[in-house]
């Protein structure tokens, strides 16, 4: 059974830094796509980041292009999202999602499909 854990989230100022971790168990992720999505309360999910198999290709939401950045450590089944210059409005739960024939979603142009998601992570950034 495949397991996506996030982690990393937290309090943090407006301005600050944060890096999630997206832990997989139970599937080797060295030949699929990974996703960042986030939710605030009242609003839908935003699918944020995503990085390909190899790490050559990745795609970000208008919203953080230039703040953030989704590298992937295969070795270690393991995605990152650094998050620099955070905002107000970057609160939400982040959450990981693995490559699978479920949803699919648009980034940068392309189609992306996801199958198995994380719990999620909360993110506050305070003004």
């Known amino acids: 059974q495949v397991q996506l854990v996030e982690s990393g989230g937290g309090l943090v100022q407006a301005g600050g830094s944060l890096t999630l971790s997206c832990v997989v168990s139970?599937?080797?992720?060295?030949?699929?796509?990974v996703g960042w999505f986030r939710q605030a309360p009242g609003k839908e999910r935003e699918f944020v980041a995503v990085i390909s198999w190899s790490g050559g290709t990745t795609k970000y939401a208008d919203s953080v292009e230039g703040r953030f950045t989704i590298t992937r450590d295969n070795n270690k089944n393991t995605v990152y999202l650094q998050m620099n210059s955070l905002k107000f409005e970057d609160t939400a739960v982040y959450s990981c999602?693995?490559?699978?024939?479920?949803?699919?979603?648009?980034?940068?142009?392309?189609?992306?499909?996801?199958?198995?998601w994380g719990q999620g992570t909360q993110v506050t950034v305070s003004s």
């Open positions: 139970g599937r080797t992720i060295n030949t699929l796509a």
């Open positions: 999602a693995l490559e699978g024939p479920v949803e699919r979603y648009v980034l940068g142009g392309r189609a992306w499909w996801f199958g198995s």
